[in-house]
């Protein structure tokens, strides 16, 4: 039966591979003009994963597009797949549907992409908005023009002219996908019902062009990611073979403080904030990035009203999810918004969401968690190597409070998702228990830096604040003012004569201590990647610790720019002695620093440059944009 099925598709293919070559563009076998259900170009070697042309015919640079753009892709694909990858899987030996296996961004039928592949074709949640109607476009039923139709990922079913039957299934994850039939008029949604979709006899003749989009990320409601479709046909004589293609929803991964960014943001909805954003606009525009504005005083308005709300950064967190296209990879920036219950949360629905910008929401905001829950305490570090582990797209940390684990901390639905893409974890649990807002973005941040690992980490210390407050009151600068013009006006002599502030912070620095120590073994550091912050504390209800001097760790990165909060520290000979100490530390490896005033609202309000800010990062090492493995296409031994 194998025989009889397989030798006409055998013999369907070979035909349409010459009509291919030897009519002219546009022509069928027949010689006549291929409609836009007919699919002549099947037996090409390159066919375009997601065609932007009405029709099948073939752009004619078709056979060069993929491989010479991505050249990794197709070499480099190591994924550790789970076990049920690794089933022996029943197909016939020409493969009667096809998806893009070896995720060069194209579907062949050389037999790079037969079904069964080791590798199953990477596909996009469709979270974006191409239309901009305020709706996803995973929850309508429609394709939205070429931009959104670039978001499908190509599934084809080959000509089965000999076939009496044939029904395409979706055997595993048929509530995660939507299915579309490019058809004459642009794409249909396939019926998504059991048993599966039967194939008309003229759709058996000439095969099916197909899109796929997933409805949801890993570990949304438990969904692995995973998709199974199956292609059963049946011929005359009543014996069955069956074609099985897999196909894998791209993880969501979040990208570093290092990353490139083309937009930075903040919340403007006060007043008082309008030195802030003047400032914050000048540098930002000068380190080649946009600065936007959101909420009633910004260019960007909100339905919602956002009151006071100025902590963009713990509002939403901007991640990126890609597969590979035809021109390229198609990446597609992600809004996971906050799960705090508060107004400026919807900027993600409201003003984020869009062309390109995707959205989700993992988690609901919890009760009695203080800040713990905040995108302030959700960080990802710069791509490490840890002995013989590698994490290229780096390795998410998050706070909590070791006397009370299980509930203050990161949402624990948040860390479940961020689980469930298998890319950046397992996740690091720094102790942030002894800060009052419990953030990690208080204690840790990173620069750039050529060669070597190719950053430094940034940690807060407060015995080298005290380090050098002692040393100039002993050259006899005790007088110096610190705090000049700002609530809690001092000297140097008056911070150190302050017993409690002194033996406070003599406390903190243990804590932080073995955080650094914790950081140093998990992401594979050195003392020498390490350089140490100015920072001092005041105690707040007795224990928990809040920036006295404004926070310099708590800072925007947009490349070799370092934008830190004005620390209106020691006033030494015209200079500012804390400004000084972070350019020592700093500008020798190539970074030039910024100092903003963000004592009011920000650091009155227990926060500073960074927990206001946010930042849309291109996934890109170093800048460089073919290196591939930035584009979440080669997942590694990481997964849990």
């Excluded at 019926?191 to 949801?216: D, I």
Aim: proline share 8%; glycine share 10%; aromatic share 6%.
């Amino acid at each position: 039966m194998k025989a009889n099925l397989l030798l006409p598709v055998l013999a369907s293919t070979l035909l349409c591979t010459m009509a291919a070559c030897g009519s002219g563009a546009g022509e069928a076998a027949d010689g006549s003009a291929a409609g836009p259900d007919s699919i002549a170009d099947v037996g090409s070697d390159e066919i375009p994963a997601s065609d932007h042309n009405p029709g099948s015919d073939l752009p004619p640079d078709a056979a060069d597009v993929g491989s010479e753009l991505l050249p990794d892709q197709a070499t480099e694909v190591t994924d550790v797949l789970p076990d049920w990858y690794e089933a022996e899987v029943v197909v016939t030996e020409v493969p009667m549907l096809l998806v893009d296996s070896n995720r060069d961004g194209l579907v062949t039928t050389d037999g790079a992409d037969d079904s069964g592949g080791s590798s199953p074709a990477l596909l996009l949640v469709n979270a974006d908005d191409d239309d901009s109607d305020g709706v996803r476009d995973c929850d309508d039923e429609q394709v939205n023009g070429p931009q959104d139709e670039a978001d499908l990922a190509s599934l084809l079913v080959k000509p089965l002219p000999d076939a009496a039957s044939a029904t395409l299934e979706v055997t595993r994850g048929r509530e995660q996908i939507r299915i579309f039939r490019k058809v004459a008029q642009g794409w249909t949604p396939l019926p998504n019902a059991e048993p599966g979709y039967e194939l008309s006899q003229h759709e058996m003749t000439s095969g099916l062009t197909l899109g796929v989009e997933a409805l949801r990320f890993r570990g949304e409601e438990q969904f692995d990611g995973q998709i199974e479709l199956t292609l059963s046909a049946t011929g005359g004589d009543g014996e069955t073979l069956t074609s099985t293609a897999r196909m894998l929803v791209a993880p969501l991964l979040l990208t570093s403080g290092l990353d490139p960014a083309d937009v930075a943001y903040a919340a403007f909805t006060m007043p008082e904030q309008e030195g802030f954003m003047a400032a914050m606009e000048g540098i930002v525009q000068g380190a080649g990035a946009g600065w936007v504005t959101v909420g009633p005083l910004g260019e960007l308005p909100m339905v919602t009203d956002p009151g006071g709300d100025i902590w963009f950064q713990d509002a939403v967190e901007i991640g990126w999810s890609a597969f590979p296209g035809p021109n390229g990879p198609v990446v597609q920036h992600v809004a996971i918004q906050a799960p705090r219950g508060n107004p400026l949360d919807q900027v993600a629905p409201e003003v984020l969401l869009g062309p390109d910008m995707g959205l989700v929401v993992p988690a609901q905001p919890r009760s009695n968690t203080y800040w713990f829950d905040w995108f302030g305490n959700l960080e990802t570090s710069p791509p490490l190597t840890v002995g013989t582990q590698t994490y290229p797209h780096g390795r998410i940390y998050v706070g909590h409070d070791p006397d009370d684990p299980s509930w203050l901390c990161m949402h624990p639905d948040i860390q479940s998702f961020l689980t469930a893409q298998q890319a950046q974890g397992p996740l690091l649990l720094l102790d942030t228990g002894w800060l009052l807002i419990g953030h990690v973005d208080e204690m840790v941040s990173w620069i750039p830096v050529d060669g070597g690992k190719g950053f430094k980490m940034l940690i807060a210390s407060t015995q080298s604040t005290i380090d050098l407050l002692e040393q100039l009151q002993a050259s006899g600068h005790a007088s110096a003012p610190v705090f000049a013009g700002k609530t809690g006006a001092t000297t140097v002599g008056g911070l150190l004569s302050n017993k409690p502030v002194m033996d406070f912070n003599k406390l903190v620095q243990p804590r932080i201590d073995a955080n650094r120590e914790l950081l140093k073994k998990e992401f594979g550091l050195n003392e020498e990647d390490i350089i140490d912050v100015p920072c001092l504390f005041t105690p707040e209800s007795g224990k928990y610790a809040v920036a006295l001097m404004p926070d310099m760790v708590n800072s925007l990165v947009l490349g070799h720019h370092f934008i830190s909060p004005d620390p209106f520290g020691p006033v030494v000979d015209g200079k500012d002695a804390f400004k000084e100490a972070l350019r020592e530390l700093l500008e020798p490896w190539g970074v030039e620093v910024h100092f903003v005033d963000n004592w009011y609202p920000y650091h009155s309000w227990s926060g500073e440059i960074h927990c206001g800010t946010n930042a849309r990062r291109l996934p890109e090492k170093g800048g460089n944009p073919g290196h591939i493995h930035t584009f979440g296409l080669t997942i590694t031994s990481r997964w849990d």
